[in-house]
């Protein structure tokens, strides 16, 4: 049973990544196409990476019980293109929502700017009557 530990905790992880793309809509509920091309051609690129790195004896295979042993090719786990493809979406969620909070930040402030009332100081009920008298 703790064989899969490891997978289940990867896919169990994607899809809380999935629930807060899809809550604030960042990536995969905003474009899928992108999002998809992505994550797919960035999961390519870094099995690509390992399997160059296995072949020439960089990369190897750790034994561990919370693994499932499963391989996709020596010295190759089937945890690892899970991984990888978690490492993408997450790195394209965190990108993502980085720079969507800066556009808003940066907005916010150019609003402020061209406010009418920009400077202005807001009065309490209490103050503004005794402005007034």
């Known amino acids: 049973m703790t ?4 997978l289940a905790a990867l ?3 994607i899809g809380a990544m999935a629930l807060i793309d899809a809550r ?27 399997l160059v790195g296995i072949g020439f004896g960089v990369f190897f295979r750790g034994e561990s019980i919370w693994a499932t042993g499963l391989l996709l ?4 786990p ?3 293109p ?11 969620i965190v990108v993502l929502g980085v720079e969507r909070l800066l556009a ?3 907005s916010s402030r150019r609003s402020d700017r061209t406010s009418p ?8 009920a209490d103050a503004a009557r005794e402005a007034r008298t």
């Open 3 to 6: 064989g899969v530990v490891y």
């Open 11 to 13: 896919l169990a992880s």
């Open 24 to 50: 604030w809509r960042i990536a995969f509920w905003r474009d899928p196409l992108s999002a998809g091309v992505a994550v797919g051609v960035g999961t390519a690129m870094l099995l690509v990476w390992d």
């Open 73 to 76: 090719a020596p010295e190759l």
């Open 78 to 80: 089937i945890e690892e």
């Open 82 to 92: 899970v991984f990888l493809a978690f490492l993408c979406y997450l790195s394209l």
């Open 104 to 106: 808003a930040r940066r």
């Open 117 to 124: 009332t920009a400077g202005t100081v807001e009065l309490g």
